[in-house]
């Protein structure tokens, strides 16, 4: 996978700033690669760096004692990870867990707090992307309540391919099971009916989506919910898709 270059940043919160501003920043980001299943950061402990990924994606996912964890969030190239930094708080509120391999910026948290100290126009952004986030958090716990599993698969399939910007991506059963709080054989058979459908294809860890429109339809309505009000806090979407 290729590491983001110095003039191009890949990322859409830094696409969005001034350029002087962006400019200034990228000389202080590191390109790094991120690997499927590598732990950013633990729940509880101190964030030495926030990523703004490019072309990779994590899982935000909340430890549950006796159950292994709960997602709650997805970050792809549209926001970053560390939005806790701009309520002055470095201590992660989730685990961290690279869900898409890939490259993306890193910067040390010291570093983006005395940005954020600076910059009114850096805080704006971020300050929207925070409230980005918190709806993306109450939206999923409301969702894993009251959405039957197909319906929730769907959506968090969807979200995937956006993140991925392909209609094929590697996922295991084990990791889906993660993903949604459900049993191997809950996921087993809501795929199997979205499957049954067309809408996808999986085959050996490899997830093809088939049918991008008609898994919209069969997805709850969460995943519009979501993107819509990406829109209007922060004025745009994922970035085109990039096949």
Wanted: hydrophobic share 45%; aromatic share 6%.
């Amino acid at each position: 996978m290729p590491k983001p270059a110095r003039t191009a940043t890949g990322n859409q919160l830094l696409a969005g700033l001034a350029e002087p501003l962006r400019r200034r920043l990228l000389g202080s980001f590191e390109p790094v690669q991120l690997h499927s299943a590598q732990i950013l950061c633990r729940t509880g402990e101190r964030m030495r760096y926030v990523y703004f990924p490019t072309h990779s994606f994590i899982s935000l996912v909340a430890p549950i004692s006796g159950y292994g964890g709960l997602e709650v969030g997805l970050v792809g190239d549209e926001g970053m990870l560390g939005v806790s930094l701009i309520l002055g708080v470095d201590v992660a509120p989730v685990d961290a867990l690279v869900q898409g391999a890939g490259p993306a910026w890193r910067m040390e948290t010291a570093t983006l707090l005395k940005e954020l100290k600076i910059s009114p126009p850096l805080r704006q952004v971020l300050n929207r992307y925070l409230f980005v986030t918190l709806t993306q958090l109450a939206q999923g716990a409301a969702c894993t309540r009251f959405h039957l599993v197909e319906a929730r698969l769907a959506r968090w399939l969807l979200m995937t391919r956006d993140r991925a910007h392909a209609d094929e991506f590697y996922i295991t059963h084990e990791f889906m099971s993660l993903m949604l709080g459900v049993r191997r054989a809950g996921i087993t058979r809501a795929a199997g009916a979205l499957r049954q459908r067309k809408l996808i294809r999986y085959s050996r860890g490899i997830m093809t989506v088939l049918d991008r429109s008609g898994l919209e339809a069969a997805a709850c309505s969460c995943y519009e919910t979501l993107k819509n009000d990406y829109t209007r806090v922060l004025g745009k979407l994922a970035a085109p898709d990039r096949h």
